[in-house]
């Protein structure tokens, strides 16, 4: 048996149960809801999706877990026990995450929200052009979805600056690593896209004394996690005008509470969580082919480094 382990609603759960199951027609796939005791002490691999740590410690024998999702670190930070975390690579969220990039660094890049705020004071100006290949995107992370929105970025025209834990060789992308190479990526980012995973080293990490090694009126796309963010000091240098604009994706509490100042800031873009969201199909494609994989040849799929966080 394999279980379902999430924290959704049974309509939701039905859904990715559906598509697991078609995904694995050789398994009996179940939501760990409806598994007796019994049947627990049967699931060797649990497919989860926000999982409550408690239902995962209710499977005695469980060998490994395979998150449906693309950010793992809840689950890492909460689970109590030594099993493998093997967790969603998708290029088609890939695909998505990169498409997102390039939309919304062409609203920053093409001056959206000023022309916005230009015509709310009926203002007819006309704010200069500054060529793709005239600007630099700051890439922190260069993983799975940073790999993909950086070629994206690149194939567009833009210059590119990468940052990752360690050194990357990519065409056409300056790449960095280290304290001295994030300093090196601040300094050039007229835009600065986050998509670093959250973890004991990367909470925090965008604070006033980083953010402020950016270009003047330069500007932050969060499209990984709010934590990495420290929201007050990002909020302090868009109230002065030395940062121009955030566009936001990710909070500290989600959903973003209904009070929070961010909501009306005239420099925040305030986004749902929307910048690469799961496609369910080519997910439980993946899960499945993963599984599928493991149960013919024994071998995991690369899982999380538990000790790094991801
Ligand atoms: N907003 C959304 O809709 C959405 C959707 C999906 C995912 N996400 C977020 O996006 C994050 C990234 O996803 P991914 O699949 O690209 O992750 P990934 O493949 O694990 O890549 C993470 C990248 O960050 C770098 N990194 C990690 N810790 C670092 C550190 N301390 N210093 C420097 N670089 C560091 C890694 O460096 P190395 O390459 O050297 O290891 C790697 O390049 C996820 O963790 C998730 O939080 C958001």
């Known amino acids: 048996v394999l279980a379902l382990v999430t924290r959704l609603d049974a309509e939701a759960e ?3 149960l559906l598509r697991l199951q078609a995904a694995l027609p050789g398994e009996e796939m179940r939501s ?3 598994l ?3 049947q627990l002490a049967d699931v060797e691999i649990a497919i989860v999706a926000d999982p409550d740590p408690a239902d995962l410690s209710r499977i005695p024998d469980l060998k490994w877990i395979h998150s449906l999702w693309a950010g793992v670190e809840r689950l890492v930070s909460e689970l109590d026990r030594d099993v493998p975390v093997v967790r969603l690579v998708d290029p088609e969220l890939g695909r998505v ?3 997102s990039v390039l939309a919304w660094v062409y609203y920053l890049f093409r001056h959206m929200p000023e022309y916005a705020r230009l015509q709310r004071e009926r203002s007819w100006r006309k704010l ?3 060529r793709p290949d005239e600007v630099t995107v700051g890439l922190l992370g260069l993983g799975a979805l940073g790999a993909a929105a950086a070629s994206r970025l690149r194939d567009a025209g833009f210059n590119v600056a990468g940052w990752s834990r ?3 060789n990519m065409p056409g992308v300056a790449t960095f690593s280290g304290e001295t190479g994030l300093d090196t990526v601040l300094a ?5 896209v986050c998509l670093l995973p959250l973890t004991r080293e990367t909470a925090g990490l965008l604070d006033a004394s980083r953010l402020s090694r950016m ?3 330069g500007s932050l796309i969060n499209f990984a996690r709010g934590p990495i963010v420290v929201t007050r000091d990002l909020v302090a240098l868009l109230d002065k005008g030395r940062l121009a604009h955030a566009v936001l994706d990710v909070f500290d509490t989600e959903p973003l509470p209904s009070d929070a100042p961010l909501w009306t800031h005239p420099s925040v873009t305030v986004l749902p969580h929307i910048s690469a969201p799961t496609n369910m199909d080519s997910a439980a494609r993946i899960a499945g082919e993963n599984i599928r994989e493991y149960r013919r040849s024994g071998v995991l799929p690369p899982s999380v480094d538990l000790g790094r966080g991801y």
């Open 32 to 34: 760990l809801r409806e």
């Open 128 to 130: 200069t052009y500054r």
């Open 188 to 192: 050039r980012s007229d835009y600065l």
């Open 166 to 168: 360690g050194p990357k």
């Open 97 to 99: 995450m990169a498409e």
């Open 215 to 217: 270009p003047e009126g």
């Open 36 to 38: 007796s005791g019994a």
């Open 14 to 16: 039905q859904d990715w």
